[in-house]
């Protein structure tokens, strides 16, 4: 079968012939892949950014946000059937850690984790993949033209489940509400997938979601997030310290921006109480100047936290799923929108090297 690998550290991909795999397991479940995301960090890889190949191979078969049909399941899976529309997670258990034993290796103790596409295991851009059913999340077919988002949408329902989870652990009030979110002032920092995909998720939870990006009004993405009842925040046109004084100070910020300067230039924004979750991973060494006295007070002071997340469990994906199918409801036809460039599978190098301004989301088509 065909499969889209790169060489670590080097080289554009290229289409390499792999063997298709087949269940060996009573645990394992055969997905006929329909199609792949193309991400951010996918284009990191190809730069000879951070990435992986299995043990003893040189080349790793990208790919990690995938949508599949369920071709066959081992003898005791009992999540899914044949038909069925699934995807499955990225990351694999290290084997060693509680947080893997528990299936969160989204939060391994160890760092020997895999990443199916991005650290020693291959990925999803090929024809069909097998893995285990602890590691499946099973989609309704009212999901089969947007599917291909949940594992983005899993990213940024971490983020909001770690913040949901600092607050309700020490604000009073956040523990007591089960409609905490219900109006509360959020801002999500870069308008990109996983941004675009945490106002929604914060939509559907009936925040008052501010989105900030650097982009005219009039373009995709801010008003892709208009039309959820977001407001925009164009970062050219109000500087970050005045967000406070121009609207109101928020309760929680999501960073998915990846830029480190504006990571912390983001507590500016940041109310009473608040925490930020960062979800970017900037590249490059570049330091920057910091004012770390006024910052920590402000933070102190301001009982103010922030937190990192990556990666996702699997009970994010069903979340992400879950939320999909409920903004499906509320606004029919509109998060299928982030899907803005196709390329059929043989025209993988167009889609990997061309990144134009109005992509959202660039999606692989493997089938139908
Ligand atoms: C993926 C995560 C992964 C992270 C770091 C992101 O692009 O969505 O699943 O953990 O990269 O490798």
């Known amino acids: 079968m065909k499969a889209i690998a790169i060489q ?3 080289g554009q991909p290229h289409m390499v012939d792999r063997t298709q795999p087949t269940i060996t397991a009573a645990n394992q479940v055969l997905l006929r892949v329909l199609r792949v995301g193309i991400c951010g960090t996918d284009r990191e890889e190809i730069l000879g950014g951070r990435s992986k190949a299995p043990d003893g191979q040189k080349e790793l078969v990208i790919g990690h946000e995938m949508l599949g049909r369920v071709e066959k399941v081992g003898d005791q899976v009992t999540r899914a059937k044949p038909g069925d529309l699934a995807v499955f997670t990225v990351r694999r258990v290290c084997g060693e850690c509680l947080p893997c034993a528990m299936n969160r290796p989204d939060m391994c103790l160890t760092g020997k984790y895999h990443e199916r596409g991005i ?5 999803y851009q090929t024809e069909y993949v097998v893995d285990q059913e602890q590691y499946l999340v099973r989609l309704a077919p009212e999901l089969a033209g947007i599917g291909v988002l949940a594992e983005p949408m899993s990213v940024a329902e971490k983020a909001i489940d770690e913040a949901e989870r600092i607050q309700a ?10 409609d905490w979110w219900f109006g509360r002032p959020c801002l ?3 308008l990109g997938p996983i941004g675009l995909l945490a106002a ?3 939509r559907v939870r009936g925040a008052a979601v501010y989105g900030l990006d650097i982009v005219p009004e009039a373009s995709a993405r801010p008003q892709w997030l208009l039309a959820i009842g977001g407001q925009y925040i164009n970062g050219k046109e109000i500087p970050l310290d005045k967000i406070a004084s121009l609207r109101q100070s928020m309760d929680v910020i999501i960073e998915a921006a990846g830029i480190a300067s504006l990571s912390f230039n983001l507590l500016d924004a940041l109310g009473a109480n608040g925490v930020v979750v960062l979800t970017g991973l900037p590249d490059g060494d570049r330091p920057i100047e910091l004012n770390g006295a006024a910052l920590v007070r402000g933070l102190v002071l301001g009982n103010q936290a922030i937190a990192g997340s990556v990666n996702a469990a699997r009970d994010h994906f069903q979340l992400g799923v879950d939320d999909m199918l409920s903004a499906e409801l509320r606004w029919p036809g509109h998060v299928a929108k982030l899907i803005t460039h196709r390329y059929a599978a043989k025209d993988f190098a167009t889609g990997f090297s061309q990144h134009p301004d109005d992509e959202i989301k660039a999606v692989i088509e493997w089938a139908q």
């Open 169 to 178: 652990g020490r604000l009073p009030q956040a523990s007591a509400a089960p």
């Open 188 to 190: 999500v920092a870069g």
């Open 119 to 123: 650290w020693g295991m291959d990925g």
């Open 8 to 10: 670590p550290g080097a």
């Open 200 to 202: 929604l998720a914060l």
